[in-house]
């Protein structure tokens, strides 16, 4: 009788009464544990979109509710005691994502018993059955964890310190906790420079808070400094996630040394000093803070020769963390040389595929005057009568030393355009070469949108650190349920640490060397905000900046790994953008490009640049890229690559179709090739055919004549298929084929397409079902359609 037991009845009877009997509470077992929640395959044309399968556990046991100790998958009892251990070792290995361990015991049973996989012994069998009453306890899990992570009573007091838990409030995702874990562990043996990457998006701040709140609760950091390089990022963690600390907290401001704290918040430059005022970080001595944590830290702290350093070399005792999303390794500027190797690591890719950072698209626009270069005609003068000096200027060139108007109006005019056909309401950042680009592009995009403006004068601001309007609109540009301001020009300040939650389209009309910072602005568009219908952004590139996406070293390696030497120069090679000094409210004032010909520059006067007003520029190309779920640009033609694609997976025409006439639900399929990396909608408009993915996947990848899904309605009517069904049953099989001709089989396979048009005309739907006789009947007129709409299959 038992080898008939479901999955789950196993599960019930036997698995978890003997995980129980072991000795572990209620709190302490997670029964299908969810720990992701399923990229987001977006359809663009519908604006809509769907979550792909989410990792789910059976059961994952906690000793503490911040420490997973072990994996346990089920199986039913008909099935082999070990069936689900390379499932369960799978699922373990994305708990903790990287090459350490973080849950090391793994066990799979089928109720009958426990396989045990020790992935602690190395030397040692790691395998071994045991009976239900010999499954471990809590505290013998533990004790082998504890000897394992070789942690002694005192370390293993603040390894156990509980997060901070709000009541009805989130916990850590399993990645966050993974890096706090790893953290607050190091610390604990004695570690003192750590640093964690995590790309932007993922709750750096959030992980800072619970580190520092674990090491503060558990006496191992009584005092602690935060320090970031803009006041929104202090001002915003102190607002939200530090706010449990309340009165303990203070931040360092106004040039004073306050010090009856115990958590001190800090941008650098209010304590670094400057002309006319002392550094304030050595009014406190230098062993005052136990643990400093660097926000950012791929930005100041981590060159050797700048004043950010040497707040940290005058609190060198103390423990320090820095953490960013984009570690930054030149000559004289390493996040690794100083802190180290990163103890954790959550990359852009793992976010998207995770289904907690947005997916995006690129779109490509290129303008001739780009492509082509302009070189001016011998006497050409600009704007002002100056004459413009002989040389041939490319898209480097452009709105750094000479200014086409005109391709400021062209790309005023393809954002404006995207926008109408998608949504004129989309947040969008438009970054630009400088401040004085950013207030150019303001005004042509104003004057492409002269109703909008009408509505509200905030549909298009300039947010720049010279400019106290749009600072004053930034709160409100953040702000998801803010409808203005819609559209911001910038330079640098929206670069970096600025949560645009719902921003949807960035614009990049700027040269970007660094890749640094461009994951910096690339990280503007990862939030996902369901409730606001952020699920994904697009990036329209002007300049060629997305040609970083190809780079191997994208996905959150450093630029360039260099080993110091004694004798090698100080001087920087050469991080070019974004990295300057800081203009007000932390906006770098305009770059100055090097003067042409040899002529001197000015002493506190940027080169002058040209201005034209009579050169045309037209868009002579646009192309949209897409990338794979495995976070790969696909650079030949969609059609060869899904060719290619499905072919990986289906060996033959034969394989693809004994795979869909078996699947009781066809779209099922369709969402099967989509996590696969299928672009179905997009995939439509390059064959220009209005397919169903039957069809679709039969003509690229099979090279089959295929049907549209009008063509394959009209069959079915054709056919004897109405004969056996009464006169009512026929206008509702009727009604649901036209349904099918303009939207494809998921509404058909979906019991709500039966309350929607046209279906309601023929009543409720419990009405509907009853034409046919009963639910059962109805289900087989369904599959019936299924059958005679491909029957070429």
């Not at 789950?8 to 299908?32: L, V």
């Not at 034209?612 to 690559?641: A, H, I, M, Q, W």
Request: proline share 4%.
């Amino acid at each position: 009788m038992s080898q008939t037991l479901s999955e789950q009845e196993t599960r019930s009877r036997y698995i978890t009464p003997a995980i129980k009997d072991a000795g572990w509470s209620k709190d302490q077992i997670r029964e299908g544990y969810t720990f992701t929640d399923g990229r987001i395959i977006t359809r663009q044309t519908r604006g809509e979109y769907r979550r792909g399968n989410r990792r789910e556990a059976d059961y994952v046991l906690f000793y503490k509710p911040n420490v997973p100790v072990a994996v346990v998958e089920a199986k039913k009892r008909s099935k082999p005691l070990g069936s689900g251990m390379q499932q369960g070792i799978g699922y373990a290995e994305a708990l903790e994502t990287g090459e350490d361990l973080d849950v090391p015991f793994v066990y799979s049973s089928n109720g009958e018993a426990f396989l045990e996989h020790d992935r602690t012994k190395s030397e040692e069998e790691p395998e071994q059955r045991l009976s239900t009453e010999e499954f471990p306890s809590p505290e013998e899990l533990w004790r082998r964890y504890r000897e394992w992570k070789g942690l002694g009573k005192e370390e293993e007091e603040v390894y156990l310190q509980d997060y901070y838990k709000k009541i009805g409030g989130k916990t850590p995702r399993y990645y966050q906790r993974v890096a706090i874990n790893r953290a607050v562990g190091e610390i604990a043996k004695g570690e003192d420079r750590l640093l964690l990457v995590m790309a932007t998006g993922t709750g750096k701040t959030l992980t800072a808070f619970q580190i520092i709140w674990r090491l503060w609760k558990s006496g191992e950091a009584d005092r602690v400094l935060f320090l970031a390089d803009r006041n929104i990022l202090v001002d915003q963690s102190m607002t939200n996630d530090f706010r449990p600390f309340g009165g303990k907290m203070t931040k360092i401001e106004n040039h004073e040394s306050e010090k009856a704290y115990e958590i001190y918040m800090a941008l650098y430059q209010a304590v670094t000093g400057g002309d006319s005022y002392d550094e304030i970080y050595t009014e406190y001595s230098e062993d005052f803070f136990d643990l400093v944590v660097v926000d950012e830290c791929h930005r100041g702290s981590a060159d050797a020769n700048s004043k950010w350093r040497n707040i940290l070399d005058h609190f060198s005792s103390a423990a320090q963390i820095g953490m960013t999303a984009t570690p930054k390794e030149t000559r004289d500027v390493s996040n690794r040389y100083y802190f180290g190797d990163p103890v954790y690591t959550y990359s852009l890719k793992e976010g998207i595929n995770d289904g907690f950072l947005a997916p995006y698209s690129v779109m490509r626009v290129g303008l001739d005057r780009d492509l082509e270069g302009y070189r001016p005609e011998k006497g050409k003068t600009d704007r002002y009568d100056r004459e413009i000096e002989d040389h041939e200027y490319t898209r480097k060139d452009f709105d750094r030393d000479l200014v086409l108007s005109e391709r400021t109006e062209r790309v005023a005019e393809k954002i404006t355009e995207y926008l109408e056909e998608t949504d004129p309401y989309s947040k969008t950042i438009v970054f630009c070469e400088d401040i004085e680009h950013a207030e150019r592009m303001r005004q042509a995009l104003v004057n492409e949108n002269p109703g909008r403006i009408d509505e509200d004068y905030r549909y298009v601001m300039r947010i720049t650190g010279d400019s106290d309007e749009g600072r004053d609109q930034l709160d409100n540009f953040m702000d998801p349920e803010s409808r203005y301001p819609v559209i911001a020009t910038t330079s640098e300040m929206l670069s970096t640490g600025v949560d645009v939650e719902t921003c949807e389209l960035i614009v990049l009309d700027r040269n970007i060397g660094s890749m640094t910072h461009f994951k910096q602005i690339i990280g503007r568009g990862t939030r996902v905000r369901e409730e606001f219908g952020k699920v994904s952004f697009t990036i329209m590139d002007f300049r060629g900046a997305t040609r970083h996406f190809a780079d191997p070293d994208f996905d959150g390696t450093p630029d360039q790994v260099y080993e110091f030497d004694p004798d090698d120069s100080p001087v920087p090679d050469g991080d070019e953008e974004g990295e300057g000094s800081e203009g007000i409210g932390g906006e770098p004032g305009p770059r100055e490009p090097e003067p042409r010909g040899g002529e001197p520059r000015s002493r506190g006067k940027p080169v002058r640049k040209y201005y034209v007003d009579d050169v045309e520029v037209e868009v002579v190309n646009e192309r949209v890229k897409y990338y794979t779920p495995e976070g790969d640009l696909v650079t030949e033609s969609l059609t060869d690559y899904t060719r290619e694609n499905v072919r990986e997976q289906f060996a033959s025409l034969d394989d693809f179709l004994k795979r869909w006439n078996r699947a009781d639900r066809k779209q099922a399929v369709v969402e099967e090739l989509e996590e696969q990396g299928v672009f179905f909608e997009e995939l439509r408009k390059e064959v220009e055919k209005d397919l169903d993915p039957f069809d679709m996947i039969c003509h690229v990848a099979f090279d089959k004549e295929p049907l549209t899904r009008s063509e394959r309605a009209q069959e079915v009517r054709n056919s004897d298929y109405f004969e056996e069904y009464g006169e009512e049953a026929r206008e509702v099989l009727d009604a649901l084929l036209s349904k099918y001709a303009d939207e494809g089989i998921e509404n058909i396979e979906q019991g709500e397409v039966l309350g929607v048009d046209p279906l309601t005309e023929f009543g409720r739907p419990v009405e509907i079902i009853r034409r046919f006789g009963g639910k059962d009947e109805f289900d087989d007129a369904i599959r019936e359609m299924e059958e005679r709409l491909y029957n070429m299959a």
